[in-house]
């Protein structure tokens, strides 16, 4: 049964800006390799302070993407976002169901 999921990762502001956004591809390829979908594009949000010092860093890139994939399919995409240098933090979101659909992701089941 498809889910609908936001992802979220804040990659550490001090690498390049092209080296940010390759992942870009990178997440997405992980979704659809997992058999998941994304949902409309990726959202970069670009290069923002962060509210706290976290690592002793002060800025970082952001990226949020909407997806569809079945339960747990996901794990293997969080564990690569978990041990990669390059990302600060991550959070990936199940979407309630009327949430869902209100953001127009057919075929969300519970």
């Known amino acids: ?3 609908g999921y936001e992802l979220m990762v804040i990659i550490d502001g001090s690498v390049d800006d ?3 956004q390759t992942w870009i591809k990178t997440v997405t390829e992980g979704i659809t390799a997992a058999g ?7 959202d970069w949000w670009g290069r923002r302070q962060y509210a706290y010092p976290i690592n002793k860093k002060f800025a970082g890139y ?8 079945e339960g747990g399919a996901l794990d293997e995409l969080e564990r690569s976002l978990r041990i990669a240098d390059d990302i ?3 959070k990936l979101i199940r979407l309630p169901l009327p949430e869902a659909e209100r953001r127009g992701m057919a075929g969300v089941t519970a």
């Open 1 to 3: 049964m498809m889910r």
């Open 18 to 20: 092209p080296h940010a």
């Open 36 to 42: 998941g979908t994304i949902h409309g594009r990726p």
């Open 62 to 69: 952001y990226l949020v993407v909407e997806c569809l994939a």
């Open 88 to 90: 600060v933090r991550h």
